[in-house]
Structures are given as structure tokens and as C-alpha cells.
């Protein structure tokens, strides 16, 4: 069965840092961009970051500068660092695969990824 696994979310003050993890199970997914989105209570699911199988990664506005998505093709994981954290960041994380292999580039759109975990809670307190 193939699934994408997050881990590393947590509850952490105002200005601390996290390190979320997702593992690919299953299959590997080296060939696909890789995004992270985030949902918070009563919002939509918005994109935060996406690595591409090749070429620069990609940041929403809000993140730009704080996060940094990276990625091990060797253990199919992709890694999502969180650093000054607020709690305008409180939300559950996804990470998804692309639904096309090798496209250029990263897409923002959640209906572009057809492969999501299963979530992890980010909980920043002030």
C-alpha cells in the first residue's frame, strides 16, 4: 500500500522551530514534486512549500524566509524546518505527491497532488 507519513509536528512556543518529517512507503516518489499544505480549524488547505523532482523549491509568502522544504531521494523522504514559528502557523501539515511525474516546476494547487499523508498538528503558543 502506498502512503505518505508525517511526523514531528508538536506544540511549541512563539519563535521556536520544528522539524517535520514524511516518509514514502510503499514506492518511491524521487520522480515527483513533493509540496507540504497546511489546514487550520475553519480554513481551506493552503500550500505552503513544494520541491520539484529537479530545480528550486517554492515557499508561499507567509513562510518565505522561515521554512525550508528539502528532500533525501535515497530514503524518499521530504523534510519541512519551521523556524520563528507564530501561532498564525497552528494548523495540521500534509505532505502530498505531485500526480504527474517530472513536471517542472511545483504547483500550488491541492488538486495537483493525489498522494497526501495522513497529517501531523503544528500548535504555536504565544
Known amino acids: 500500500q502506498v502512503q505518505l507519513v508525517e511526523s514531528g509536528g508538536g506544540l511549541v512556543q512563539a519563535g521556536g522551530s520544528l522539524r517535520l518529517s514524511c516518509l514514502a512507503i510503499?514506492?518511491?516518489?524521487?520522480?515527483?514534486?513533493m509540496g507540504w499544505f497546511r489546514q487550520a480549524p475553519g480554513k481551506e488547505r493552503e500550500f505552503v512549500a513544494g520541491?520539484?523532482?529537479?530545480?528550486?523549491?517554492y515557499y508561499a509568502d507567509s513562510v518565505k524566509g522561515r521554512f525550508t522544504i528539502s528532500r533525501d531521494k535515497t530514503e524518499s523522504a521530504v523534510y519541512l524546518q519551521m523556524n520563528s514559528l507564530n501561532p498564525e502557523d497552528t494548523a495540521v501539515y500534509y505532505c502530498?505527491?505531485?500526480?504527474?511525474?517530472?513536471?517542472?516546476?511545483?504547483?500550488?494547487?491541492?488538486?495537483?497532488?493525489?498522494?497526501w499523508g495522513q497529517g501531523t498538528q503544528v500548535t504555536v503558543s504565544s
Open positions: 502530498a505527491a505531485d500526480r504527474i511525474p517530472r513536471r517542472a516546476g511545483v504547483r500550488s494547487a491541492a488538486n495537483e497532488y493525489d498522494t
Open positions: 510503499g514506492r518511491t516518489f524521487s520522480s515527483y514534486a
Open positions: 520541491i520539484p523532482w529537479g530545480g528550486n523549491t
